[in-house]
């Protein structure tokens, strides 16, 4: 006759805590998988993001590099380029970051040095950059007046620097300052798409002259009013203040971006 053997009570207690010993582990692997897995899947993402807006900083400063001949070049009237998208979204406007220019105390558009050569793209001294930027959830990339600037929108506001500073030059030794700006007269709108869009940029109008002033300290660059990319253009016109320049030269090209 067979014999059933019974369990002493410390042989039940240990046959428990090997089941809850089982269960634990197992418990805690699958939590290690699953946290893995979503970490991993975060750390994707946001490679992604970043690896999406490195593209855009080079796909904007190629596309400036090419809009910026329309002021560098008289004879050039059109450009055209393309950006990767992405899911990201494109805006333009004719609003944007404004630029206050007076020469010798006197704003641009009325100064006796230009006549009325920048009456058509300045009002009372004031140029309006325009908007034309690639952007992507709370960052943007934008070409804004031919630089080209990042931002990003954080708990304290808008942050922003530049990745290419615009066209504007002093020369110490000969006193000579060159201002080169792109204004965008363009209809407000915002274009969502997974693909590579085509831009064209053409002039509408081209203003530039030269001008011999005698006194110094008698030019100055600074910004007007409020700017999304407030901090980025006041640390680029830090040195724009007061300048002593004995020739200006500038040039504002007034241009249309189209699809």
């Known amino acids: 006759m067979r014999r059933t053997r019974q369990l002493s009570g410390a042989d039940a207690d240990r046959g428990v805590s090997e089941v809850i010993a089982f269960v634990l582990v197992f418990g805690i692997i699958f939590g290690s998988v ?33 809009f910026n001949d329309v002021m560098r070049y008289d004879g050039i009237e059109e450009r055209y380029g393309e950006l990767a998208l992405q899911g990201g979204g494109v805006g333009t406007g004719s609003d944007g970051t404004q630029l206050n220019i007076t020469v010798d105390g006197e704003p641009l558009d009325s100064s006796s040095y230009f006549g009325n050569e920048f009456d058509g793209v300045a009002n009372d001294g004031v140029v309006t950059l325009g908007e034309f930027r690639y952007e992507h959830g709370s960052d943007e990339i934008a070409y804004d007046g031919g630089a080209v600037v990042r931002a990003s929108e954080g708990s304290d506001g808008t942050n922003s620097a530049m990745l290419e500073g615009p066209h504007l030059k002093y020369n110490n030794e000969t006193k000579t300052a060159v201002i080169s700006l792109v204004s965008i007269d363009a209809d407000d709108r915002s ?35 409020e700017s999304r990319y407030k901090d980025a253009w006041e640390d680029e016109l830090e040195d724009w203040e007061d300048v002593d320049a004995e020739r200006v030269i500038i040039t504002i090209a007034e241009v249309e971006i189209d699809r």
Not at 38 to 43: D, H, K, N, R, W
Not at 194 to 217: C, K, P, Q, W, Y
């Open 191 to 225: 274009i969502q798409s997974d693909e590579n869009l085509g831009f064209t940029m053409n002039v509408d109008e081209r203003s530039s002259a030269v001008a011999d002033i005698d006194d110094g300290h008698n030019l100055t660059v600074e910004l007007e009013g």
């Open 34 to 66: 699953a946290l893995i897995s979503v970490t991993g899947l975060q750390a994707m993402e946001s490679y992604q993001e970043n690896e999406q807006l490195q593209n855009a900083e080079r796909a904007m400063g190629a596309l400036a590099d090419n």
